[in-house]
């Protein structure tokens, strides 16, 4: 009888955000690290038979990508989009599986019962491998939808008594206060603001679920009163990394010096929102560069205009006057009060 291998099938998987809502909780960053450094493990472990290619080659360069140095690893730019960092974790667990299917040497001889499900194995990996290359590759967006993040129950926020969602709250409370700092800007671009806030807050908050250790909700505790500039966490003595309150990230203590530290709570809350009062593309941005390449979409800057919230008139190259408004709205947010009325 001639053994006749099944055609192989690509392995299913579930759509992306179905993921967020799974019951064994949200991989953290340091999580996705390990991941990653088990299947690097696996990976040059596996005995492929002399003379056979190995297919997956290209996994060398996903695992540099992650396991570069925090700020540009691939893993820190997941932080701001968290279903995406739990279907990057649920990628790794199936590759994971497969580099660990066993080879087909036993012992060093070569054994021919176990080629076929070895050359599986191998399919799979390339099957995940290129799903994880992709989906790191044609990340859409930098900041999870502002629409996904205003909807999805995972993010809510329960009050005090557990049972009320504070977001509706919150959100009339800071709509109200844009209308009356920016009584003549448009509906849409109060509205828009507001989302965006409201959304930063309910990340905010999330992320403070999450990121307790044993247990311990991490305080924070550390906002300056005097000034909005999200501040970094204090330092323990000796330690060489530390939680960062806003992403819940364990970052190199390096990073909360001054500049750093600016670079990576930009990213934490990409403040630069498109102000044109068109605009669809639910666009955010960690710096001023992206969001002006961004807004000459939509040919503002050069002319002669009055600022789309506050009315000042601004001779042209004012963009910065518009990002600081920005940053002042959404980098602002203290989410460690559960009252809305109290939280500025
Ligand atoms: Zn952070
Ligand atoms: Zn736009
Ligand atoms: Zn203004």
Not at 7 to 21: A, G, Q, V
Not at 97 to 124: K, M, N, T, Y
Request: a negative charge.
């Amino acid at each position: 009888m001639i053994f006749e291998p099944q055609r192989h099938k690509e392995p299913t998987m579930l759509p992306l955000r179905s993921f967020f809502t799974r019951e064994d909780g949200a991989p953290k960053s340091t999580e996705i690290i390990d991941q990653v450094q088990r299947c690097r493990r696996l990976y040059n472990a596996i005995q492929h038979p002399r003379g056979q290619p190995n297919r997956n080659t290209c996994w060398t360069e996903i695992e540099k990508a992650f396991l570069a140095d925090y700020e540009f690893s691939s893993v820190s730019k997941l932080r701001t989009m968290p279903a995406l960092r739990q279907f990057v974790g649920y990628v790794l667990s199936r590759l994971e599986d497969a580099f660990a299917h066993p080879g087909p040497l036993q012992d060093g001889i070569w054994c021919e019962a176990l080629v076929f499900s070895f050359e599986r194995a191998q399919q799979d990996a390339e099957f995940w491998i290129k799903l994880l290359r992709t989906t790191l590759c044609n990340r859409p967006l930098g900041y999870e939808s502002v629409q996904f993040i205003l909807s999805s129950p995972e993010y809510a926020v329960p009050g005090a008594d557990c049972e009320n969602e504070l977001s509706g709250l919150y959100r009339d409370f800071v709509l109200d206060n844009l209308r009356k700092r920016y009584p003549k800007a448009n509906a849409v671009l109060q509205q828009r603001l507001a989302d965006a806030r409201v959304a930063r807050w309910r990340m905010l908050h999330w992320h403070k679920r999450n990121m307790s250790t044993d247990g311990e909700p991490i305080a924070l505790s550390s906002y300056r009163p005097e000034g909005f500039w999200p501040q970094p966490p204090a330092l323990p003595a000796g330690a060489k990394e530390v939680l960062c309150p806003y992403c819940a990230d364990a970052i190199p203590v390096a990073i909360c010096e001054p500049e750093r530290w600016k670079a990576h709570v930009l990213y934490d809350f990409h403040p630069y929102i498109c102000m044109h009062e068109e605009c669809n593309a639910d666009a955010a941005f960690a710096s001023t560069e992206d969001w002006n390449y961004h807004m000459c979409c939509h040919a503002w800057e050069d002319e002669e205009e009055a600022c789309p919230l506050c009315k000042m008139d601004l001779p042209p190259g004012s963009a910065r006057h518009l990002t600081e408004h920005l940053e002042e709205e959404i980098m602002s947010i203290q989410p460690h009060s559960h009252c809305p009325g109290k939280e500025d």
